[in-house]
């Protein structure tokens, strides 16, 4: 059993930055970032695995840098350069159910609300 616990999460301006943490309390494998703005389907934002290897979105890459702590059992998303359509809530999930940009994951935080306003 593993519990996640997001935090971070805010309003910011367009441009600005927001650092989001995901605690994980017991064995986590590869763990990743979803989000969900109202009204839309849950996606896919970035994944890392126990050894490091990450992938993202395109509409996140370059601006997004995902980061995890093993010793503290902590990921981490750097949002940097937000958009107003990066509102949403965002979730993180460990232990991925097949593949991982598919959100069927073993586990998931109660999320955290990101708001970008223009």
């Known amino acids: 059993q593993v519990q996640l616990v997001e935090s971070g999460g805010g309003l910011v301006q367009a441009g600005g930055s927001l650092r989001l943490s995901c605690a994980a309390s017991?064995?986590?494998?590869?763990m990743g970032w979803f989000r969900q703005a109202p009204g839309k389907e849950r996606e896919f934002v970035a994944s890392?695995?126990?050894?490091?290897?990450?992938d993202y979105a395109d509409s996140v890459r370059g601006r997004f840098t995902i980061s995890r702590d093993n010793a503290k059992n902590t990921m981490y998303l750097q949002m940097n350069n937000l958009k107003p359509e990066d509102t949403g809530i965002y979730s993180c999930?460990?232990?991925?159910?097949?593949?991982?940009?598919?959100?069927?994951?073993?586990?998931w935080g109660q999320g955290t609300q990101v708001t970008v306003s223009s």
């Open positions: 999930a460990a232990n991925p159910l097949g593949n991982q940009r598919s959100p069927q994951w073993a586990y």
């Open positions: 017991g064995l986590a494998f590869s």
């Open positions: 890392i695995t126990w050894r490091g290897e990450t």
